[in-house]
């Protein structure tokens, strides 16, 4: 009796049928990896956007005390959001170089 073959690493999806495996294209491999670090980009912008902004506050008119102006929090959220694209091009060129380089 033989023992079962341990999983092949990295696992790619099989055919139907148990046949050879799948191999996505690196043009599919590069838009996963901008997709998935944008997507990270903007979860984090969004968490930090709503860890100082509560939006029901906001409509109620209760602004934070450190909102002197309209143009300064537009400001500084524009260079936050500006910082996190920044980091997000940064995890996507990260994803893509580390793959081109193993194959």
Do not use: H, K
């Amino acid at each position: 009796m033989s023992s079962p073959r341990p999983p092949e690493f990295p696992l790619q999806p099989r055919a139907s049928n148990d046949e050879a495996p799948v191999e996505i294209g690196p043009r599919a491999r590069a838009t996963g990896a901008i997709v998935w670090s944008g997507f990270l980009a903007a979860a984090f912008a969004t968490m930090l956007c709503f860890a100082f902004l509560d939006p029901e506050a906001l409509s109620a008119g209760d602004i934070p005390d450190w909102w002197t102006s309209r143009r300064r929090v537009y400001a500084l959220g524009f260079f936050l959001f500006w910082l996190t694209g920044i980091a997000s091009a940064g995890l996507c060129w990260l994803l893509v170089r580390g793959r081109m380089r193993d194959g």
